[in-house]
């Protein structure tokens, strides 16, 4: 049997991965009709949006909607519509680490890939291929493989694809347009290889051949889990030397440098700052901690739940660093912190170390004002209630401000945190800055973002990570 032409898709979730990736796929295969479809009613109106005012942030995103929507891309809440009509169904629901129960603070919480799983086998009247996009543990595919084959109509089959996204925020549009690889798991049956060929031949549109993977179902679900594990790992690996630096005396950019000009090691992903954060990165390290604890690997387990630990020691370590060096107490001082995203150009905050120092400055009864140039003061007051769910939002609020601008926010402060590198920071006009501060005047920089000595001129007590002034 041939593979199936692909002619409708629908993706389940408008969500960070969702959204980005079948709107490329849409203006890359104009003879493709894609519909994301979501629950949230909100969401898909901001997709909808007159003057595409989108719910995510990421660079170029706007100019893909523009071209396809109304064409051939297509954004609805009817979800069982989306369903009944694909060849082809994408997954993209969220994947949280579990809060409680089996496997809590470790585990996936797959509550919202079932949901959708048993949705598509109650609705769908034809044959469908699934596709896993979601970031899951090894051998979801045959969970969802299960439910669909125990609740299909008669004559009704699915094949499961399992095709993660290696995005990187801030660069999602880039990364679709010119991926790295695409990689395809599928089972390796003639079926499960026609499903997977059909997939391929989506992405051949604008993808060249040999950078289209074909692998089994699970290998290309542990892919993801290791390729963001290794990546981790390294920015861990650079931090924990950022420490040995400050001790010594060295500079961690200096080091950083001479090890990644090491062809074996090249320069990528040895930045130090003051963590990592987003989506992904932990909650795939602990999904793997997770699952090597459940093949009995304890020393597996414990190597990569060390990375994590020392992501969180970082951050404990920078915001001690600040204390420390404001003469042991910042009780009742007032601290700007600039950037709150995650990383630059995303409006994502997802595990964003922001929320971690600005966490441990209230503890220490610190006043605070917050500036990020993307994320909405809505999203702040949320992550900064989850961070503290015993405090009162009018509480935090006596503490902490939402500025309008990074000069607002550094007006009268005691000292400076930069916690994301936005490009903005490095062009502030720091004379005027520095002239409406309380003196002495200290900048920490948790992200090697600006020019220290420049700084120390014009009068900034400068603090830079990984570096022992």
């Given at each position: 049997?041939?593979?199936?032409?692909?002619?409708?898709?629908?993706?389940?979730?408008?969500?960070?991965?969702?959204?980005?990736?079948?709107?490329?796929?849409?203006?890359?295969?104009?003879?493709?009709?894609?519909?994301?479809?979501?629950?949230?009613?909100?969401?898909?109106?901001?997709?909808n949006s007159p003057d595409f005012n989108?719910?995510?942030?990421?660079?170029?995103?706007?100019?893909?909607?523009?071209?396809?929507?109304?064409?051939?891309?297509?954004f609805s809440v009817d979800v069982d519509k989306g369903i009944q009509e694909a060849d082809l169904i994408f997954v993209s629901?969220?994947?949280?680490?579990?809060?409680?129960?089996?496997?809590?603070?470790?585990?996936?919480?797959?509550?919202?890939v079932e949901l959708a799983t048993r949705r598509i086998a109650a609705v769908a009247t034809s044959s469908k291929i699934v596709v896993e996009k979601s970031t899951v543990p090894c051998r979801t595919a045959e969970s969802m493989r299960t439910i669909l084959e125990a609740n299909s109509k008669p004559g009704c089959q699915f094949q499961i694809l399992s095709n993660p996204e290696f995005l990187a925020e801030g660069?999602?549009?880039?990364?679709?347009?010119?991926p790295d690889r695409v990689l395809i798991g599928s089972l390796q049956t003639p079926e499960g290889k026609d499903a997977c060929k059909s997939l391929g031949d989506v992405y051949a549109h604008w993808v060249p051949e040999n950078k289209i993977l074909t692998v089994?179902?699970?290998?290309?679900?542990?892919?993801?889990?290791?390729?963001?594990?290794?990546?981790?790992?390294?920015?861990?690996?650079?931090?924990?030397l950022s420490a040995i630096c400050e001790a010594t005396g060295a500079n961690i950019d200096e080091v950083a440098h001479a090890v990644g000009c090491d062809s074996r090691v090249g320069p990528?992903?040895?930045?130090?700052?003051?963590?990592?954060?987003?989506?992904?990165?932990?909650?795939?390290?602990?999904?793997?901690?997770?699952?090597?604890?459940?093949?009995?690997?304890?020393?597996?387990?414990?190597?990569?739940?060390?990375?994590?630990?020392?992501?969180?020691y970082q951050k404990r370590r920078f915001s001690k660093r600040v204390v420390d060096t404001l003469f042991n107490t910042i009780t009742g001082k007032r601290i700007a912190v600039l950037g709150f995203a995650f990383k630059a150009d995303t409006g994502d905050t997802r595990e964003s170390a922001a929320i971690t120092l600005i966490q441990h400055f209230q503890e220490e009864r610190a006043l605070i004002n917050i500036y990020?140039?993307?994320?909405?003061?809505?999203?702040?007051?949320?992550?900064?209630?989850?961070?503290?769910?015993?405090?009162?939002?009018?509480?935090?609020?006596?503490?902490?401000?939402?500025?309008?601008?990074?000069?607002?926010?550094?007006?009268?402060?005691e000292a400076i945190v930069i916690a994301?590198?936005?490009?903005?920071?490095?062009?502030?006009?720091?004379?005027?800055?520095?002239?409406?501060?309380?003196?002495?005047?200290?900048?920490?920089?948790?992200?090697?973002?600006?020019?220290?000595?420049?700084?120390?001129?014009?009068?900034?007590?400068?603090?830079?990570?990984?570096?022992?002034?």
């Open positions: 049997m041939a593979p199936a032409k692909v002619s409708k898709i629908c993706c389940i979730g408008a969500g960070y991965v969702g959204g980005p990736t079948c709107a490329v796929i849409a203006l890359k295969c104009p003879n493709i009709q894609v519909t994301i479809v979501d629950l949230n009613k909100s969401r898909i109106d901001a997709w989108l719910p995510i942030y990421e660079p170029g995103l706007d100019d893909v909607v523009r071209q396809a929507r109304g064409r051939n891309l297509f629901v969220n994947t949280p680490t579990k809060k409680s129960g089996v496997g809590a603070g470790f585990a996936a919480d797959l509550n919202y660069t999602a549009i880039s990364d679709l347009f010119a089994g179902l699970w290998s290309s679900e542990l892919s993801k889990l290791a390729a963001n594990a290794m990546l981790a790992q390294r920015i861990s690996s650079i931090n924990a990528k992903f040895l930045k130090a700052s003051v963590g990592f954060g987003g989506s992904c990165f932990q909650k795939d390290i602990l999904n793997l901690v997770y699952l090597s604890e459940s093949l009995h690997l304890p020393e597996v387990a414990a190597y990569w739940k060390q990375v994590v630990e020392l992501n969180n990020d140039p993307q994320v909405a003061e809505s999203q702040i007051w949320q992550d900064l209630s989850e961070a503290s769910p015993n405090v009162p939002l009018d509480q935090i609020k006596k503490q902490v401000t939402i500025s309008k601008s990074a000069l607002e926010a550094c007006h009268k402060a994301t590198e936005w490009k903005e920071f490095k062009e502030i006009d720091w004379r005027s800055v520095y002239s409406h501060m309380n003196k002495p005047a200290f900048l920490f920089d948790g992200r090697l973002l600006v020019d220290a000595e420049k700084l120390r001129e014009i009068g900034f007590k400068v603090v830079s990570i990984g570096r022992g002034e």
